[in-house]
């Protein structure tokens, strides 16, 4: 009779400690979490890509362990994340009604994201035509003066049948959109072109940036060399 309990004891106890394994690893979503979720996401009603596509709208396919956060409300969440860079989202893994559930993160200048070796902030910019946008930004460079934002997008290309035995088709596929902003601190971040002109112009054609530029043989399309020059102007009151 105490072998029959002995064992009905064991059986509880693993029980137990398998709920438990299973919790954690699902995280345990309670009622304030769950009340704190529906003030940093929503239901993702974007379509999936469709198929027959190259390429992928993701930079990174796969969920990744981080952390949103609602500065104004003192909210945060550790869950799965992704950026879908083609629809410029923030997906996340919702366990709040019980089942996982893919969300967006709500699009808001004070909830930041935090996953991949990232920071995303959702953000006004003014874009390569000087208008107006928003998006989200990742801040690749933080200076006391100046920012360097990245934006990283997925454009979508339509494809082209081939109309005769000379012609080539082109199938559809998904492009990687790469661009980087300026900004003075507190100000809005600029579409930057990374060329000597484009940088010359930002800093109002200062003279002491174009020597910078001439002495080290900077780089167009060159990220570490945009990083170089915004260094040197840290580093230079006199400009």
Not at 111 to 133: G, P, Q
Request: proline share 2%.
């Amino acid at each position: 009779m105490k072998l029959f309990y002995s064992l009905i004891i064991s059986l509880f106890i693993s029980n137990v400690l398998q709920s438990q394994s299973f919790q954690t690893d699902e995280r345990v979503w309670n009622s304030a979490t769950q009340r704190a979720f529906s003030d940093l996401g929503r239901a993702k009603l974007t379509k999936p890509a469709l198929g027959n596509i190259i390429g992928s709208e993701y930079y990174e396919t796969e969920f990744k362990e981080g952390e949103i956060v609602h500065l104004d409300k003192n909210l945060e969440i550790k869950t799965s994340l992704r950026y879908n860079a083609y629809n410029d989202e923030i997906e996340l893994i919702d366990m709040s009604g019980g089942t996982k559930s893919v969300k967006a993160a709500i699009k808001n200048s004070r909830i930041i994201s935090f996953f991949d070796n990232n920071e995303y902030n959702y953000l006004k910019y003014l874009d390569s035509k000087n208008i107006a946008s928003s998006g989200y930004l990742i801040p690749v460079f933080k200076g006391l003066k100046i920012e360097i934002h990245e934006r990283k997008r997925k454009k979508f290309i339509k494809g082209k049948a081939s109309v005769n035995s000379f012609d080539i088709e082109h199938k559809p596929k998904f492009v990687d959109d790469i661009q980087y902003f300026l900004s003075y601190k507190g100000s809005t971040p600029e579409y930057i072109k990374i060329t000597k002109k484009s940088i010359l112009k930002f800093f109002n054609k200062s003279e002491e940036i174009l020597n910078f530029i001439k002495k080290n043989k900077i780089k167009n399309g060159d990220l570490t060399s945009l990083i170089k020059i915004v260094e040197f102007y840290e580093n230079n009151s006199s400009i």
